[in-house]
């Protein structure tokens, strides 16, 4: 009993521990999404009209924006010490000017990285800027190429995690049932002494909840412990930063405790009907 008991707990664990590294595959998917999202940058050139602090201000306005994920204001100036840096020479020196003018660096919020959203967003900010605008640039055809392949690898990855769910559910759902079967004799005797089905069912999915929970707990101290021990490679660590928020956690958790509950209690819920409608001379049979 206990042995069985036990052999159920762990494949139930071996099973979670796969639906938890989906988890943490598809939360890292996902932020990686995000990131990517958020490189992308609109560039607003201010115009010999705008005023010196006009940059700075505009800057500062559009940082407080919900789509705005970060604004910059860089100076003309600012600019010309960059573009000698990578020149190796200063262009004011032999043009007399500086042909560089102030701009502002705009960087979205993930959700607003699309060319409808970009859209609004530039044509708001032209008009409110007038002619102190110079021009905006952007380029829309690496947003629509970076989005198209976002949604094709979600796609794929919604796929595999499905087939591979189903998969889980089913293993899981076979080691309960294993484990029901060594006491479907047990149960026939509780049916014949008249316990009523509920009472049968009662202890039976109490048991396979509690075995779901030992094995979640397992589960998560395995992924834990696996991703403390893969600190030294970039991904594991961009992954371990990921999880040290609350809701990457809380859905990591939930990814693994709740089938961890359900599954094997629907199982043992099933399994445990299965063998109250059979007499003993079937029950020898199986």
């Not at 992308?40 to 705005?68: P, R, V, W």
């Not at 006491?183 to 005797?189: E, H, K, P, V």
Request: glycine share 8%.
């Amino acid at each position: 009993m206990l042995g069985a008991r036990f052999t159920t707990t762990l494949s139930i664990a071996l099973v979670l521990f796969v639906i938890g590294l989906m988890s943490v595959g598809g939360l890292t998917m996902y932020r990686l999404t995000e990131v990517l999202r958020e490189q992308f940058t609109i560039t607003i050139e201010m115009s010999d009209y705008a005023s010196q602090g006009y940059g700075a201000n505009l800057a500062n306005s559009l940082s407080k924006q919900a789509y705005a994920k970060n604004a910059t204001y860089i100076s003309a100036d600012s600019a010309l010490t960059v573009l000698s840096g990578q020149l190796g020479e200063n262009p004011e020196l032999f043009l007399g000017y500086n042909p560089l003018h102030a701009t502002v660096e705009l960087q979205l919020v993930s959700e607003y990285a699309v060319n409808d959203s970009i859209d609004q967003i530039v044509s708001s900010i032209k008009a409110q800027g007038g002619p102190n605008i110079e021009g905006i640039d952007y380029n829309s055809s690496l947003v629509d190429i970076v989005n198209h392949n976002l949604r094709k690898v979600a796609l794929i990855l919604t796929f595999v995690v499905g087939l591979l769910l189903l998969i889980c559910v089913s293993l899981i759902g076979n080691a309960v049932r294993m484990a029901m079967y060594a006491d479907r004799f047990l149960i026939n005797t509780m049916q014949l002494v008249g316990a009523t089905d509920w009472f049968i069912r009662k202890p039976m999915i109490a048991q396979n909840v509690a075995c779901g929970l030992v094995a979640s707990v397992l589960a998560l101290g395995a992924i834990a412990g696996l991703l403390w021990g893969a600190t030294s490679q970039v991904a594991a660590v961009a992954v371990i930063e990921l999880l040290t928020h609350p809701m990457p956690i809380a859905i990591l958790v939930c990814c693994v405790v709740v089938p961890g509950i359900l599954i094997p209690a629907i199982a043992a819920w099933f399994s445990a009907g299965k063998y109250l409608k059979h007499d003993i001379d079937d029950l020898y049979l199986m």
